[in-house]
Structures are given as structure tokens and as C-alpha cells.
């Protein structure tokens, strides 16, 4: 929940020691600005929780504000706020310690905004700071088949930025503090910046990547990144480094994927300590929250360890896929039992626990079979005609798709409330999964017609509607016609509202 708030108390990330008076004073002039915000860059997180890390602060009619502060730990921060058009953004990078008191004025008719800081703590804020922490554009290289270009350019760019600081500490004479956490976030600037673009980029060369380019990919990140002693406790601190480790979580658990599909006799006995059918039932069972933590529990201790289950938790509320959370959440608390994050967690928790006890319902209609013997989409259309139906081609494996569920699905209901819109939600590849299918129709409160498709059926309707993809919206008129939603991922709840409502009037 963000708070606005005019020189007001904000409790940030509890370290040892004890909290300082801490202030932040901001000046606008030229700028149609009604607030500033200060966002804690340690925050990694998408949901906003309980305690959320973003501060708005209210600007008085001198277009000024004040942000107090109870700090414990210095941290990185970036001060955001609008300039003289909606379109115009200050991104300001700040260094702020326990006890600092900065005042910063702004001018946005002035070149580069006439950016001044002043006060204690201003020696470590000063405008040229800012450019070095300026982020690192690696678009231009997107395509590339070789790593080649990219890594030379990040390599220059990391020169520069260490040139550029050692020039400013000269200047300057920033705190020993400030020093240190610089220069251990900046340690790991390559290794976050390679690797978050390489494993990006090899969906777009994918065929020249599995053939022949993977290990030089490879090599060069072996070089950056030492899997044994990632886990860097006196870093959790840092930017780069918590985007490393969140975006390791991930593709580590991309590339286990990978290993059960092609070698299930090293993978199943190295992860599962389980041989290769007993794992097999554990891993179709949940290969994403479960395999999480198995990475967590593998490579990381400490406050490394806690961050990623916090990023393991946010995954599974975004996606809204809790298998295992309850249990994965027992034994956090058991493992962090002073965390500051099980407050935030638990009520999700609890709300799961209540929702997944739902039973369908005479509003939630099966077909006959669970619709295995329906093979084109002619049928379905045959089968449904005179409706105005919203299809949603979806799994219950997929994220996306559940995600979509839980944020759109009442809202566009409760839209088209009795007005004749009828629903239709055919599952794929999901015919292994028929219990799973079965329990999150009411969990999602998916009321409306229910297939459990066979591939022939999800490949027809694929192919005919033009769907690339999961989910798949398509508005069925009627008289049977139908087109493609334009709504877009993540959708445009507006857009398809607009497509249903000229749907109802044919």
C-alpha cells in the first residue's frame, strides 16, 4: 500500500543496529509535479506488500516536500518525479546512509535540470554520480549470433564507469561507506548484465544457438559467474546483485527443465535423490515452486537465501500458482523465524488456503467426457452457436494464463453482468493434469462452459484462429463468426470490453 505523506516516518529494510533521523527535502521549480517518490532499488519485488518500499511525498504550493526517514542501513535509492509535460521523467540515483540530511533543488527549464545537492550526505550525491549509475543500453545487440559485440561493449562501459568514479571520488571525497557498497555493487555489473541479455537474446537466435554458438555463450559466462560462490551475503544490498541472483533463480530452473527432458537419469537421482519414476511423479506434480526451492536450498544461505524465497513467493502470487506454497511457506518460517517477510506473505497464504476449498458449481458445466471426443473447431462453434461467447484458450500450467484469470476474469463479468455474454474455457495440454483442471475452475471462480481439450483440438483452433500463444482470447458472435482478441499481453482489460460490446450488437 503506498502512502503519501508530507514529512512523514517510513520504517525501510530492518539490519542491526539502531535506526537514524534521516531527511530528504526536495525543490521543484518549472515542473508540473504534485509529488516526488523515493524508491528503495533493493525492492525486487513486483507485488506491492504490506510494507512496500515506495515513498510518494505530497509537494506543498512552493512545489516543495519532506521525506523523514527511521534509516538503519545506507542503501541506493532513486528520487523519481514529473518534470514540465507528463512525459518528461526525473530518474535521480542517491546514495542515502543513516543520519543524512539532503536537500536537493531542481530546475527543469536549466540544462540537465540544474540538479544541486546539498547538506550531510551531499558528497555522495553529487549530479555526475547519477550519470555513472546511468543504466546500460544492450538493445543495439539483440540478434547478434556471437557474443562477441556485447560482451566487448559491456567490458568498455564497466572501464568507464570505474574511470568515471575514481574521477568523482577524487572530486568529491564521497564516505568510505559509499565507496565500499559502489564498488561492490559495481563487481557484479557485468556478470548482471551479461547474463540477463544473454539468456534474453538466445530466444531470438535460437536456431544458431542450439546449433553451434551455445558455448561461446557459455564460456564467457562461466567466466563471470562461478555457481558455487554466487551466494554473497555482504551484497544483498546492492541493485546488481539482487538482479543477478533473481534472474539465476529463474533460469536455473530453465535449464533443470531442460536436464529432466534430456537426461532424466542424471537429473531426477541429483535433485530429487529419487530414480527416475518416483521423481518423475514429484516433478510433474509441481516443476516450478517446488525446483525453486530446491535452487535456493542448493546455492544460497543467509540473506541471499531469504530474498529468493521472497522472490519464489511474488512469482507464485503474480502467476497465481500456490502449489506447495503453504508448505514451502512452513518451512521458511521455520528456517526465518524473525523474517520481516513472513508478515507479508501470510495473508496470501490464508486467502489460498480458503479458495482452494471451493467446489464446483451448477454454473461450472463440463462437457460430456470432458469434451476429449471434440476434435476441430467447427464443432465447438456448432456446438455453442446463437452464443456471444468469450473463448479462453488456457492451461493450468500456464503463468500468463492464470495470472490473466485472477486480474481480468470477475472484472469483465461483473462488466457484462446479465447482458448475454457466456464464457468458454478450453484447457490444453492439460490432459494429464485433469485433477489440477478440476480444482482451480472454482478456485479462479471460472463459471461458464469447460473443455479439456486433446491436442488435435488445440492445434485446430490454433491454427484457424491465428493464436500464437497461451492464453488465447476469441470472441465468438452468434452466427458463429469470430476474430482474434486485440487486447494484447498483458491485456488491455479496455480493449476486449470494446470488442465484446460490438460482438453483442451483431
Not at 500458482?321 to 518451512?331: L, S
Not at 493464436?467 to 488491455?492: C, H, Q, W
Request: some cysteine; charged content about 30%.
Amino acid at each position: 500500500m503506498k502512502k503519501s505523506l508530507l514529512c512523514s516516518l517510513f520504517i525501510l529494510w530492518a539490519t542491526i543496529g539502531f535506526a537514524q533521523k534521516t531527511t530528504l527535502t526536495v525543490s521543484l521549480a518549472n515542473s508540473k509535479a504534485e509529488e516526488f517518490s523515493l524508491l528503495d532499488t533493493r525492492q525486487i519485488f513486483e507485488n506491492e506488500f504490506a510494507e512496500s518500499t515506495a515513498m510518494e511525498v505530497k509537494l506543498n504550493k512552493k512545489k516543495s516536500g519532506c521525506l523523514s526517514l527511521d534509516l538503519k542501513r545506507a542503501g541506493f535509492f532513486d528520487l523519481r518525479c514529473l518534470g514540465r509535460t507528463d512525459r518528461e521523467y526525473l530518474f535521480y540515483n542517491l546514495y542515502i546512509e543513516p543520519g543524512n540530511h539532503l536537500n536537493i533543488r531542481v530546475d527543469f527549464d536549466r540544462p540537465d535540470f540544474g540538479i544541486t545537492v546539498i547538506g550531510s550526505g551531499a558528497e555522495n550525491n553529487q549530479p555526475l554520480i547519477a550519470l555513472i549509475k546511468k543504466p546500460f543500453d544492450v538493445h543495439e545487440f539483440y540478434g547478434d549470433t556471437t557474443p562477441v559485440r556485447v560482451i566487448s561493449a559491456i567490458k568498455k562501459e564497466e572501464i568507464k564507469q570505474q574511470q568515471n568514479f575514481d574521477n568523482y571520488v577524487r572530486k568529491y571525497k564521497p564516505t568510505k561507506r559509499f565507496i565500499s557498497d559502489w564498488q561492490l555493487n559495481q563487481k557484479y555489473f557485468a556478470a548482471k548484465t551479461y547474463f540477463s541479455f544473454k539468456e534474453n537474446n538466445k530466444f531470438k537466435i535460437q536456431d544458431s544457438y542450439i546449433k553451434g554458438t551455445k558455448s561461446g555463450w557459455e564460456k564467457i559466462q562461466d567466466s563471470l559467474i562461478d555457481e558455487k560462490s554466487i551466494n554473497n551475503e555482504q551484497a544483498v544490498y546492492t541493485p546488481n546483485y539482487l538482479r543477478l541472483i533473481q534472474e539465476f533463480l529463474l533460469r536455473k530452473k530453465e535449464k533443470l527443465w531442460m536436464m529432466a527432458s534430456i537426461e532424466p537419469e542424471n537429473f531426477f537421482p541429483e535433485w530429487y535423490n529419487m530414480d527416475q519414476k518416483e521423481g518423475m511423479i514429484a516433478y510433474s506434480d509441481d516443476s516450478t515452486n517446488l525446483l525453486k526451492e530446491k535452487i535456493i536450498n542448493k546455492y544460497f544461505s543467509g540473506q541471499s537465501a531469504e530474498i529468493l524465497y521472497m522472490t519464489l513467493f511474488d512469482d507464485a502470487i503474480n502467476e497465481a500458482y500456490y502449489k506447495n506454497v503453504p508448505q514451502i511457506f512452513e518451512r521458511f518460517k521455520y528456517r526465518f523465524p524473525k523474517s520481516r517477510y513472513i508478515n507479508w506473505i501470510k495473508p496470501y497464504v490464508e486467502a489460498y488456503l480458503i479458495r482452494e476449498q471451493k467446489p464446483l458449481n451448477d454454473k461450472m458445466i463440463i462437457a460430456k467426457n470432458n469434451g476429449s471426443d471434440l476434435n476441430t473447431f467447427e464443432e465447438i462453434l456448432a456446438a455453442y452457436k446463437g452464443k456471444t461467447m468469450l473463448l479462453d484458450m488456457w492451461g493450468t500450467w500456464c503463468g500468463p494464463c492464470r495470472s490473466e484469470i485472477e486480474t481480468n476474469g470477475q472484472a469483465i463479468k461483473d462488466h457484462f453482468k446479465g447482458r448475454g455474454i457466456d464464457y468458454l474455457y478450453i484447457a490444453n495440454h492439460d490432459q494429464s493434469n485433469e485433477a489440477d483442471w478440476k480444482k482451480l475452475i472454482p478456485y479462479f471462480n471460472m463459471e461458464g462452459f469447460h473443455i479439456l481439450a486433446n491436442l488435435k483440438l488445440t492445434k485446430d483452433i490454433m491454427q484457424k484462429v491465428k493464436g500464437d500463444g497461451f492464453p488465447t482470447y476469441v470472441i465468438i458472435k452468434r452466427d458463429g463468426s469470430y476474430e482474434l482478441s486485440k487486447a494484447g499481453f498483458p491485456m488491455n482489460r479496455e480493449i476486449l470490453i470494446k470488442q465484446l460490446e460490438e460482438a453483442l450488437t451483431h
